[in-house]
């Protein structure tokens, strides 16, 4: 059984608030499993898996294709409950109510029918502050003026900021993010982590963050979650105590990945 509780020792917030104080995230999956389809067996993804996340921190999730990444975010997503287990959200514990979710991925999903306002609108239905959200996280991503756009005519980094304001737009307690800068070039890439860092440092919130690219989840995370492949364990659990001038400087990024490469190199199989 795999147990990773509390925070890790060290660990510094690098300047985001150490949450608001909630409760954490755990996750004790005794096991799910996918069923055969046709002449294809079932497939085990987890067994007695069990995560226990502080608030208010940055996670990235790596480990090899197939090892159960996306559907970790899904069943802490709720998205899918077919598995034995739990999922205790951030702030829950005291019995507060569930947080709201944000969910962004790799895709961005913006309804190509409807304006990119009507698309963040959409998630703040019934809000009374509903059109004065929807322009404030326009202008928070540097969209300002674009809320009449219809998606098609948006270039790729603008359609991830769409995305990111919807996801921000309702003030997520946990913020779940699928390879949301993956497919990317670099060039588009980094002003959406930067974008990202400045709004969390604006706006903190629980961030579980599936990526391949440790280049990325050095940038961005406060702790790096190595998992294994099925049936999947946490293989690593390390902090990345940069500082932010370090973050925003590559050679140090590379020296940092080479230093967890060497050190690690066999829970690093697999990742980019
Ligand atoms: N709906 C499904 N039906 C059957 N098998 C599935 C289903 N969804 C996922 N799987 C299998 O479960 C395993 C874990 O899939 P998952 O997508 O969570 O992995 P991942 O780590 O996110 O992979 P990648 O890094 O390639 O995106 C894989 O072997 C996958 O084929």
């Known amino acids: 059984m795999i147990e990773c509780l509390s925070e890790?020792?060290?660990?510094?917030?690098?300047?985001?608030?150490?949450?608001?104080g909630s409760g954490p995230l755990s996750v004790d999956i005794r096991s799910k499993r996918f069923p055969g389809q046709g002449k294809a067996a079932a497939r085990r993804v987890f067994e007695d898996f069990r995560l226990t996340l502080p608030a208010g921190r940055f996670h990235a999730i790596l480990g090899p294709s197939g090892c159960g990444k996306t559907t970790l975010l899904n069943i802490v997503a709720g998205l899918d409950r077919d598995f034995q287990g739990s999922v205790l959200l951030p702030g829950t514990e005291e019995g507060g109510p569930e947080p709201v979710l944000g969910y962004v991925f790799q895709n961005p999903l913006l309804l190509p029918w409807r304006t990119v306002a009507e698309n963040l609108a959409l998630v703040l239905h019934g809000r009374p502050d509903r059109d004065e959200r929807v322009a404030r996280?326009?202008?928070?991503?540097?969209?300002?003026?674009?809320?009449?756009?219809?998606?098609?005519?948006?270039?790729?980094?603008?359609?991830?900021?769409?995305?990111?304001?919807?996801?921000?737009?309702?003030e997520p307690g946990l913020l779940l993010m699928?390879?949301?800068?993956?497919?990317?070039?670099?060039?588009?890439?980094?002003?959406?982590?930067?974008?990202?860092?400045?709004?969390?440092?604006?706006?903190?919130?629980?961030v579980?963050?599936?990526?391949?690219?440790?280049?990325?989840?050095?940038?961005?995370?406060?702790?790096?979650?190595?998992?294994?492949?099925?049936?999947?364990?946490?293989?690593?659990?390390?902090?990345?105590?940069?500082?932010?001038?370090?973050?925003?400087?590559?050679?140090?990024?590379?020296?940092?990945?080479?230093?967890?490469?060497?050190?690690?190199?066999a829970a690093l199989e697999g990742v980019a």
């Not at 890790?8 to 608001?20: E, F, M, Q, V």
Request: aromatic share 6%; proline share 7%.
């Open 8 to 20: 890790t020792k060290g660990a510094a917030p690098l300047g985001r608030p150490a949450g608001t």
């Open 137 to 170: 996280w326009l202008r928070e991503v540097g969209l300002d003026g674009q809320g009449a756009v219809y998606p098609p005519r948006l270039s790729v980094g603008m359609s991830r900021r769409a995305a990111l304001a919807r996801a921000f737009a309702v």
């Open 178 to 206: 699928d390879e949301a800068f993956a497919s990317l070039d670099d060039a588009t890439a980094r002003p959406l982590r930067r974008l990202l860092t400045r709004i969390l440092r604006a706006h903190p919130t629980t």
């Open 208 to 265: 579980l963050f599936v990526t391949h690219d440790l280049r990325e989840a050095i940038t961005l995370a406060d702790r790096l979650l190595f998992l294994s492949r099925p049936p999947t364990r946490l293989l690593l659990d390390l902090p990345v105590a940069l500082s932010d001038e370090d973050r925003a400087d590559e050679d140090r990024i590379d020296a940092f990945r080479s230093a967890l490469r060497r050190e690690h190199a």
